[in-house]
């Protein structure tokens, strides 16, 4: 009966409303919806960021291979 009494003591703690206040989300649509050309736009600055410093270390692999340890 004792563990009984401890489960349900652990399953209410869990169960009281967190201290901190949760974040009040809501889901809606843009209020400025963006153009075709601030897509291409955007595409292109993140295609950039990610293929630019793989493009240098593959086009530099030889130079990283042959460094002395």
């Given at each position: 009966m004792r563990?009984?009494?401890r489960?349900?003591?652990l399953l209410a703690a869990a169960l009281r409303t967190p201290r901190a206040p949760r974040?009040?989300?809501k889901s809606q649509p843009p209020?400025?919806?963006l153009s075709a050309a601030e897509q291409t736009i955007a595409f292109a600055?993140?295609?950039?960021?990610?293929?630019?410093?793989?493009g240098?270390?593959?086009?530099?692999l030889h130079h990283y291979k042959s460094r002395p340890e």
């Open positions: 563990a009984f009494q489960g349900s003591q974040a009040q989300l209020e400025h919806p600055i993140m295609f950039t960021s990610f293929m630019l410093p793989t240098w270390v593959l086009a530099n």
